[in-house]
């Protein structure tokens, strides 16, 4: 059963009050949040394997946790996790573990994060109080159609070995409960369309499931390059979308899985397309008329692809998502703030000098590492993302995703971390006439031995690689392997179009989720040219 978005928008919007008034409270107090989060999770999982090893039993206070804790990595719990997937109960956590959620790894393939009931329960602390605010504050975006980004299934989510499932089979299985039937039955794309093996496939059937909406109102993507990646196929593909849109059809129906066919079958609109083609496909705001709220990545690499969003989306409002990954819940957004999640799980965060401090403890302006402890059973593990204190909401601090802490390139000591080199990319690019819609850095092997090239897609001026080179060297690591000659000068590489598409399925091949592709401004690599300088077609 379909219902009215609408009572579905609504009644979730109620269900979600309580957390809303619950997280208000607690950010006057975010120590004692905090501190309860930290209790609990230990409290809950003395008697684990884990637990014991670790003394849980003996925590009373955060000097306690502190000094049996140890920090971790998923490396470090990984011999853990093993032990789950062979079957073993109560090794990380006293509930089951009801699945094993997959997401990239940097010395692994893959890590394997453990979903528990408390876990969904954590997630659900900062996904409703976000949802209660962004709908009071936009009720138009209630009364239409909702698409959520459908996540891909990933080629290694079957694994016949595990005693425990691994993946969701939608990505709706995060909220759980009402609120999963809640959402399944009213946003689009159907969840079978993660089915899809083909993106090229995947991309026209998102199309054409977004033009059927005549009422669509909120879309919620992971990166804002997606987004422009589907408006930038429109003009490619109208025809065939409007013939479909008319007779219910799909020009991939003899390549889809049944179960996706019949997700995307739809009946004959002819009026609908008689709309659209008077609208034209350069009219985003004519073809959906009621789109009030667009939800995607704002920070870090982001950036630059959601201000060629605002530019051709003007009027509708887009709010920058707050910092979630797999293994936890950070921040989320309240208005123009992105609060740290305080209900949800504890929280740490290391500075560059060694020092952990507290949520309560930080310092505006200030750039930590984040560690989190949460109730799927890691615990004080770092996530590997930093961030800066932009300001509070009451006394929580509210924060900012700089980049990936853990992503450093060091062929010969330069040591380029990837926060330092998405500032040097925003310092060499201020004063283009447009801001690049993708941008990355990476080694190559050149006639000279290594060197480091910019792909980016925007057309730069004959001065800025010198402007790239200049804004690098002030890393004094850097500067020092261009001095003795291990580095070369950068090459930067213009790349015409659909660079980030590109980027996207080179990840993918690798494994990766399209929910997990965190916006990124360094990678480690080499053989990007190969992949993101194809002939255009």
Wanted: proline share 7%.
């Amino acid at each position: 059963m379909r219902l009215s978005p609408a009572f579905a928008n609504a009644a979730w919007v109620a269900s979600s009050l309580p957390a809303w008034l619950r997280f208000k409270r607690a950010a006057s107090r975010p120590d004692i949040a905090q501190r309860c989060c930290m209790l609990r999770a230990v409290g809950r999982n003395a008697n684990t394997a884990y637990g014991r090893l670790h003394r849980f039993g003996e925590v009373r206070n955060y000097a306690d946790f502190a000094r049996n804790v140890p920090l971790a990595r998923y490396e470090d719990l990984e011999p853990w996790i093993k032990r789950i997937v062979a079957g073993e109960p109560n090794v990380l956590t006293s509930e089951p573990v009801t699945r094993l959620v997959p997401t990239s790894g940097t010395s692994s393939g893959r890590k394997l994060i453990p979903f528990t009931a408390s876990l969904q329960r954590e997630f659900d602390s900062a996904i409703s109080p976000w949802i209660f605010d962004l709908y009071c504050n936009h009720p138009g975006a209630t009364l239409g159609t909702a698409y959520w980004s459908i996540t891909p299934a990933a080629v290694f989510e079957e694994d016949q070995n595990s005693a425990v499932p691994i993946g969701f089979d939608e990505d709706a299985g995060y909220l759980g409960g009402v609120k999963k039937n809640l959402l399944a039955r009213v946003i689009m794309p159907p969840a079978e369309f993660r089915l899809i093996p083909d993106t090229a496939v995947f991309r026209y059937l998102t199309l054409l499931c977004l033009l059927r909406q005549a009422d669509l109102s909120l879309i919620s993507v992971w990166h804002p390059s997606f987004l422009l990646l589907l408006l930038g196929e429109l003009p490619l593909q109208w025809e065939n979308l409007l013939r479909d849109v008319r007779d219910g059809t799909c020009k991939y129906d003899h390549e889809l899985p049944d179960s996706v066919r019949r997700a995307a079958g739809s009946n004959p609109e002819p009026q609908r397309a008689r709309h659209l083609a008077r609208a034209g496909f350069g009219q985003p705001g004519v073809i959906w008329p009621k789109l009030r709220v667009i939800s995607c990545w704002g920070d870090a690499h982001a950036e630059g692809p959601l201000n060629q969003l605002h530019q051709r989306l003007p009027g509708i409002f887009i709010q920058p998502k707050g910092l979630l990954a797999t293994e936890a819940f950070v921040t989320f957004p309240l208005g123009d703030l992105h609060p740290l999640a305080v209900r949800s799980h504890f929280y740490e965060f290391e500075h560059d000098f060694g020092r952990i401090l507290l949520a309560h403890e930080l310092s505006e302006g200030s750039e930590y590492e984040v560690i989190v402890t949460t109730g799927g059973g890691l615990y004080r593990y770092r996530l590997g993302d930093r961030v800066r204190v932009t300001g509070y909401l009451q006394n929580t601090p509210c924060l900012r995703f700089l980049g990936r802490n853990g992503m450093v390139s060091d062929r010969f000591g330069e040591k380029l971390s990837e926060a330092f080199v998405a500032a040097a990319i925003r310092s060499a690019s201020s004063s283009l006439s447009e801001t690049p819609k993708f941008a990355l850095l990476a080694p190559e092997q050149c006639a000279q031995g290594m060197r480091y090239a910019l792909f980016i897609e925007a057309t730069v001026d004959s001065g800025f690689s010198r402007r790239l080179d200049l804004a690098l060297r002030e890393n004094p690591h850097y500067l020092y392997c261009r001095k003795i000659g291990q580095l070369s000068s950068p090459d930067v590489v213009e790349i015409p179009d659909r660079a980030y598409e590109r980027y996207l399925a080179r990840e993918m091949e690798k494994g990766k989720r399209v929910g997990e592709i965190k916006p990124c401004a360094l990678s480690t690599d080499t053989g990007w040219r190969q992949h993101l300088c194809q002939a255009s077609g």
